[in-house]
């Protein structure tokens, strides 16, 4: 990995005390961090070096890439998130610096939304762990929240570092939306989540991709393809589609031919798409209507994708060295791809059954 987009580490204040609050939506230069157990950072996250970082680097967050005054010193924390039709529109999804989209069983989708550069109020509606979230959180050290699961896939989560904060276990944080039906209902507070951090968390984050320093020179802007649109098909129920926003420099998110939109009616959007091709196989275990739960291999494991972002795709070869270790996206020419500055949203496409198309 390169270090010379790497961000900064080095406490030089106290932990100051969390305050619920709503972080904005741009998708330009974040506001000021929520206060939360924070203190400014100025050291590398990412790769090895030590010592003062260089003073022709800017300070950037992990997680998006995007320039600031200042890193707050607080873990991330990913929360799962349903996406059936009941689930929307959600809320909370607008301020994930990641979301991840991942099939489940009847080929629904659901998400790992990450948070760190933002801290929403709440999110909703929050649902269960699947298998490959371990994979997914891992290289976080972070916290995962989710209203419950099946007993191996929490053991593995923890297994690999993450702190879990579970619903069912009785843990602080989650509610119940009345306007809702049963179990599309579970409203989660992202800070309380961070509330019950155990202190052993990295905080800030390590970045889990490479950044160009500016918004259009990363790969898919600099060397790629025209893409006004990227159609993916995870499955025959769930079609993800990303229609270019010149005005906005995003992409807009869209659940087949609806817009996909927040429950305040803002549009779902990303400054980088990135799709992800995986093998996906049937575990030996089974939801509560009988049907296999089905897992997107990621660690140990490689694959074909497409990054996009400014407009334009490329093509990336993507691989995953184990849990712990993050995505490392190599160009056809084997150099690393580097996304935008901005919030990233990443698309799990089965390899046997999904497909999608840059155009």
Not at 52 to 74: C, F, M, Q, S, Y
């Amino acid at each position: 990995m390169t270090t010379s987009w790497t961000t900064a580490v080095r406490a030089t204040g106290t932990a100051l005390v969390i305050a619920l609050a709503l972080a904005g939506c741009g998708l330009g230069e974040p506001d000021e961090p929520v206060s939360t157990p924070t203190t400014t950072v100025d050291a590398p996250v990412r790769g090895d070096r030590e010592g003062p970082p260089d003073p022709d680097v800017p300070l950037v967050w992990p997680l998006t890439g995007v320039e600031t005054k200042k890193i707050a010193r607080r873990p991330a924390v990913s929360v799962k998130v349903e996406n059936s039709v009941e689930a929307r529109p959600q809320r909370g999804l607008l301020e994930a610096d990641l979301v991840w989209e991942e099939v489940v069983e009847g080929g629904i989708t659901r998400f790992v939304a990450t948070y760190h550069s933002k801290i929403p109020d709440v999110v909703e509606p929050v649902r269960s762990i699947r298998p490959m979230d371990p994979a997914i959180v891992a290289p976080l050290d972070g916290i995962l929240a989710f209203s419950g699961g099946q007993g191996p896939f929490i053991a593995a989560t923890e297994r690999e570092g993450t702190q879990t904060v579970i619903m069912d276990d009785g843990a602080a944080g989650f509610t119940r939306d009345p306007g809702r039906r049963a179990p599309h209902n579970v409203i989660g507070s992202v800070p309380a989540f961070l509330a019950q951090a155990d202190g052993r968390r990295t905080s800030p984050p390590p970045a889990q991709f490479e950044y160009a320093r500016s918004v259009g020179e990363g790969s898919a802007s600099q060397t790629g393809k025209p893409a006004q649109e990227v159609d993916v098909r995870l499955s025959p129920a769930q079609r993800s589609v990303w229609s270019w926003d010149p005005k906005r420099k995003v992409y807009l998110r869209s659940e087949g031919s609806a817009a996909s939109v927040a429950a305040d009616g803002r549009r779902h959007s990303a400054r980088n798409v990135l799709v992800l091709s995986t093998f996906v196989f049937d575990t030996k275990w089974r939801d509560a209507s009988g049907a296999p739960v089905p897992e997107h291999r990621l660690a140990g494991s490689s694959g074909a994708g497409t990054l996009a972002s400014m407009g334009h795709s490329v093509a990336v070869r993507w691989s995953k060295k184990d849990h712990r270790a993050p995505i490392v996206l190599k160009l056809p020419g084997g150099k690393e791809a580097r996304l935008d500055p901005g919030n990233t949203w990443i698309e799990l496409v089965p390899e046997r059954s999904g497909s999608w198309s840059p155009r």
